[in-house]
């Protein structure tokens, strides 16, 4: 109550106090704020309308209170943090890492006694203390499949893990559902990743730490596209799959020639492609295509 009347009363706001509130409707503000560290555009409306529901006034409306306090500066079309709030920003920062190292290993541990349900629990109840119940490094809100799709990873035999030591795999595994698990992926240290994966993984042109980023990423999404596929091929309102993928430098013309093209659920190429010579491996996709109504009749 004492911040709502600050904030109607045109008082000067305590961006400090706020960082290190355990009210999520002042953490709420900072953490918008962190947002526009660098010069940023307004998010898509659907978000804006997240954080409205967690914050007092609109996203506009708090954009404005930001800019009056003197923590946001109006650019042509953007918006930045200016030097005064930045303080509270860092604080909001620490507070984040802080809570992030705290989380981690409570579903890695988790995960090592391959309970993923235990580890999704545990992820949710971490997201929901975040103001728009999505942390700044997480991935999108998990379906809810996600942990059964966490725990195939643990179980599974493909060629992608042909000839890799049992000590390597348990590891490789474990690495690779935990990245899973949080919907996003992340690069480990040196320090990290033990010297006999390491060398297991390096080839010529990546080294042992890059590999097993690489590798743990194509095991993930492999177990996304048997998901994909599973559910087009099950179900009578997706007739045809996209294969789409990233078209760079480290594409190889094999996956290039099929980006973009869609084929019939059961017709659609096997996922990843034995032929892929990136040295990253493959990383193609399946995407579902939607039918138009008109199509759908037809």
């Not at 526009?36 to 529901?53: K, N, Y």
């Not at 992820?123 to 997480?138: C, H, V």
């Not at 980023?213 to 177990?223: D, E, H, I, S």
């Not at 760079?248 to 059961?266: A, I, M, N, P, S």
Request: hydrophobic letters at 40%; charged letters at 25%.
């Amino acid at each position: 109550m004492g911040f709502l009347k600050k904030l109607f009363g045109n008082a000067k706001l305590d961006g400090a106090a706020m960082a290190r509130s355990t009210e999520k409707a002042d953490y709420a503000h900072i953490a918008l704020l962190a947002t526009f560290v660098e010069p940023q555009a307004d998010p898509p409306l659907a978000v804006q309308q997240r954080w409205g529901r967690v914050l007092p006034q609109s996203y506009a409306e708090t954009l404005k209170l930001f800019v009056k306090q003197g923590w946001l500066e109006a650019l042509p079309g953007r918006y930045q943090v200016t030097a005064v709030a930045r303080p509270f920003v860092q604080l909001y920062h620490e507070r984040q890492a802080a809570e992030k190292a705290e989380v981690m290993p409570k579903v890695r541990t988790a995960l090592a006694a391959k309970d993923a349900s235990e580890a999704l629990s545990i992820r949710r109840a971490y997201e929901a203390r975040q103001p728009i119940g999505q942390a700044d490094w997480t991935g999108e809100e998990p379906q809810l499949s996600h942990s059964a799709l966490t725990r195939r990873i643990f179980f599974l035999e493909h060629w992608l893990l042909d000839n890799l030591s049992p000590s390597t795999l348990e590891w490789l595994k474990l690495y690779a559902a935990e990245q899973h698990l949080w919907g996003t992926n992340w690069r480990l240290s040196a320090n990290e990743v033990p010297d006999s994966v390491q060398q297991e993984l390096a080839k010529p042109g990546m080294d042992g730490v890059e590999a097993a980023y690489w590798k743990a990423y194509q095991l993930g999404l492999y177990v996304d596209n048997q998901e994909t596929w599973q559910r087009c091929k099950g179900g009578d309102h997706v007739r045809r799959i996209e294969l789409v993928g990233p078209n760079d430098e480290y594409t190889c013309e094999h996956c290039r020639q099929f980006l973009g093209k869609e084929f019939l659920v059961t017709r659609v190429p096997e996922l990843p492609h034995r032929a892929c010579t990136s040295i990253r491996g493959c990383r193609c996709r399946y995407e579902p295509v939607l039918e138009s109504y008109e199509d759908v009749k037809a």
